[in-house]
Structure formats: structure tokens, C-alpha cells
């Protein structure tokens, strides 16, 4: 048998030392730093952090915001709609949505994440330098509230003490979107919701007057040529101006009590023909109206304030049996003396023959409009809060009219008056020094 010359061989573990390790030990340490890569970047192919830091670009400033889902009773609209988180992903902030917060509004997870937002648990977006809400948070939301920036509508001079001192506990810069001022000092992002609730005031009034709802059995509207029902409206800012006009549309009588003559003016040039009514607003006119009214809308707002009561149990005393009170300035405490807060489950309760709405949350029962209206006014706000943060609201005293809470102090004065605090009460330039 001819000589062969026998191949030495190894063992595995010697071939893995000597030769094996170059193309495995390559890989694998190929692998570690495109791993490593990925933790540190946004940019990279494979990248699993998606949220972008401030060390991307020195000059611009990222902000982390959270928008929660509402938890108040039949609360269904969202802070932010997917544009609008778009909007601010695409100026590099990163934006926490949390599972479900739309879907009430029909606006759905998979629409926020195709915007760039991510969807979040509740801790999580909660967990965030600026939260946006829509109603100001409930007991069970205490918890949630940290030195960060709030910014949503908090009516806190009507609304329990609790939450005042929550905030303040909690440090929390809290603004409210109705004590926000333009130039002009009128409330821009209290106005759109103040609309939808005028134009509901009208219609849920009428459904109330039905006879099966224990009301008076009269239409509010036009039977041919003759009008029926009479409508009192008490206020002539956004939400007088609103009920007014869709009572005038129905077809009723339409009485306005106000302080102003002339937004009357301005509401029959935009209404030619209407058959709108003006009153100078004082307890003999209001005592007057309401006694023949069939819906009698309270539609009183003081800045930030508690509303005042023009309306007392003595005229609600007088009123006719079935006839309805809808109270809108009842998130500011209700401006009829008879009113209580009730919800969209539970909406109504009768006080002396006269049956009374005084849900909280009104535009609430229309999600959708109610969410969008909501968006396009609050979004420029909500991109100058987080380009600039605090120093947005010290470069606009409109801005910073909305602060209610900061740093551990009241504010806003008729928040603090409302409450009484004025000893806990300091301006926002002041603790800013």
C-alpha cells in the first residue's frame, strides 16, 4: 500500500482558537457595535431608540409630551388629534399617546404612530415634561402629577380644593387653556368649546321641553309662519352668541340679556331677519324673562372666577312647571342659584318643578368636533411650549395669564380669591425672578 502522508488533525476547540475565531469573532463584534450603534442613534437603519435627544442639534430644543386619555364620565374627546402630532414630530419632539386617548374622537393608535407619536400606557404618558389634556385631572389621576408642565382646561376655582392643592403639592406648572388671553384679552382656546356648548345649549334645551322628558310639551321652533317657545339667554359673550343663534334658527322667540348692545348689533348684521330680542342684564330684567321662559340658558363667564349667581332659587321659584335651565357656566361653579354639577350619564334633575341640565363637560357628547376645534386653537400653544418651555410663557402676557400654578403658588388672583388663597398667591414674573 503506497504511503500517504497522514493530515494532522485538530481538535475543535484548537481549529475554533486558531483559525475559526477570525471570521466568527469578526461577526459577532460586528453585530455588538451595530447593537450599540442603534442605542445611540435615531438615524441608523436599525435603530431602537425612536425618541430624539437634545444632543441632536444644540440649537433646538426636544420636548417629551404625553397625551393622556380622558377618565371623566363620558369624557370622550383626546388633547391632540394625529396631525397634530405630526406636527410636532416633525419638529423632533417626541411625542407619548396614550393607547385608546382618541378613539373616542375617531381618531385611532395606528393613526398616531403613522404620524411618528408612540403609543403609550397610562404611567407613561403621564411620565412626560409637557401633558396635555383635555379636563382637568381627577382624584384617581393625583398620583400622576409631577413638577412638569399641565397644560388643559382646570377650572379650579369651582372644582374641588383637592386639586389645587394636588398641583401645588406636586409643583406642577399647571395652565389652563381658559384663562389664556390673545391681544385682545379674549380667551382663544376657551371659545371653541364655549361655541359647541352654545350651539347644544339650544338643543338640549328643546329635548328636555319634550313631554316624555317631564318637560312643558312645547317646541322650540316654526309651525309654519308662527314662532314657538321663548328662549332666555343670559350672557352675550360665545356662548350667549352661540344659543342665540340656534335658538333663533329653530324658530323661537329669543330673548338676550346682556351687558353689551352691541355684539346684539353684530349678531342681527350677521342674522338679517332673525327675531332676536336685547335687554340690558339686571335682577329686575332677569327675574322678568325668566318667569315666562321656556329654557332659560346661563351662559356667565368671569375670568378664571367663580360665575356669580344672577339667577336665584327665588326667580327659579317662579318659573313654570316643566320649563328647563341650562346652565353652561356650571364648570365655573353655574351662574343659577339652583344649580348643581350632574354628567352625561346621570344629566339632569328637577328643583322646583323645573327641570335642570348642568353637565360639566357638554362638548364632550360631540367628540369629534369638539376635538378638532380644540386642536387647531391649542396647537400653536402647545409648539411654542415646547420649543421655548417656561420662556414662551414669559415672552407673551396672554401666555402667561393662563399659568395657574407654579412652583408651589397660586398664580392666577381670582383662582386664589375663589378658593381662598391669596396667601399662597404670588405672579408668575414674580417666582420667575
Not at 436599525?46 to 441632536?56: E, G, H, R
Not at 313631554?211 to 321663548?230: C, I, K
Not at 351687558?259 to 340690558?280: H, T
Request: proline share 5%.
Amino acid at each position: 500500500m503506497p504511503y500517504r502522508k497522514r493530515r494532522r488533525r485538530y481538535p475543535l476547540s484548537i481549529l475554533s482558537f486558531s483559525f475559526g475565531w477570525i471570521p466568527y469573532n469578526c461577526f459577532a463584534f460586528f453585530g455588538i457595535t451595530i447593537f450599540y450603534y442603534s442605542l445611540l442613534t435615531t438615524h441608523f437603519p436599525f435603530s431602537v431608540a425612536k425618541i430624539p435627544t437634545n444632543s441632536q442639534d444644540p440649537t433646538v430644543t426636544f420636548m417629551h409630551i404625553g397625551v393622556v386619555r380622558e377618565i371623566k364620565d363620558r369624557e370622550n374627546r383626546v388633547a391632540l388629534t394625529p396631525a397634530g402630532a405630526g406636527a410636532l414630530t416633525k419638529q423632533g419632539h417626541a411625542v407619548r399617546v396614550e393607547s385608546g386617548a382618541g378613539t373616542g374622537s375617531g381618531f385611532f393608535d395606528g393613526e398616531y404612530t403613522a404620524h411618528g407619536a408612540e403609543v403609550a400606557d397610562t404611567a407613561e404618558a403621564w411620565d412626560a415634561e409637557l401633558v396635555l389634556k383635555v379636563k382637568e385631572p381627577l382624584a384617581s389621576e393625583y398620583g400622576y402629577l409631577r413638577d412638569n408642565i399641565l397644560f388643559t382646561y382646570l377650572h379650579l376655582a369651582s372644582v374641588t380644593p383637592d386639586l389645587t392643592e394636588a398641583l401645588l403639592g406636586a409643583g406642577t406648572t399647571a395652565i389652563a387653556y381658559e384663562t389664556v388671553e390673545d391681544g385682545n384679552g379674549a380667551l382663544p382656546l376657551l371659545a371653541p368649546m364655549s361655541a359647541i356648548a352654545g350651539n347644544m345649549a339650544a338643543t338640549a334645551g328643546a329635548w328636555y321641553l319634550a313631554r316624555f322628558n317631564g318637560g312643558r310639551g312645547v317646541q322650540l321652533g316654526q309651525v309654519l309662519d308662527e314662532r314657538h317657545g321663548t328662549v332666555v339667554i343670559i350672557g352675550d359673550g360665545v356662548v350667549g352668541r352661540h344659543a342665540a343663534f340656534s335658538a333663533d334658527g329653530m324658530g323661537a322667540e329669543v330673548l338676550m340679556l346682556g351687558k353689551d348692545r352691541g355684539k346684539y348689533e353684530q349678531l342681527c348684521r350677521l342674522r338679517p331677519g332673525s327675531a332676536l330680542q336685547f335687554q340690558e342684564s339686571g335682577p329686575d330684567s332677569i327675574a322678568a324673562a325668566v318667569r315666562n321662559a321656556d329654557v332659560v340658558v346661563g351662559a356667565v363667564l368671569l375670568h378664571g372666577a367663580r360665575a356669580p349667581h344672577l339667577v336665584s332659587e327665588t326667580m327659579v321659584k317662579t318659573m313654570q312647571p316643566g320649563a328647563v335651565i341650562v346652565d353652561v357656566s356650571i364648570d365655573q361653579g353655574g351662574c343659577v342659584e339652583t344649580s348643581r354639577p350632574t354628567s352625561h350619564s346621570d344629566p339632569v334633575f328637577v328643583k322646583h318643578g323645573v327641570i335642570h341640565y348642568c353637565v360639566t363637560n357638554m362638548p364632550g357628547a360631540y367628540p369629534r368636533t369638539a376635538t378638532i376645534a380644540l386642536d387647531t386653537a391649542t396647537l400653536p400653544y402647545v409648539m411654542r411650549l415646547a420649543e421655548g418651555g417656561l420662556a414662551a410663557l414669559q415672552r407673551d402676557p396672554g401666555f402667561t395669564a393662563g399659568v395657574n400654578t407654579f412652583r408651589g403658588h397660586v398664580t392666577c388672583k381670582p383662582v386664589a380669591e375663589g378658593l381662598g388663597m391669596l396667601d399662597r398667591c404670588s405672579p408668575f414674573a414674580d417666582l420667575m425672578r
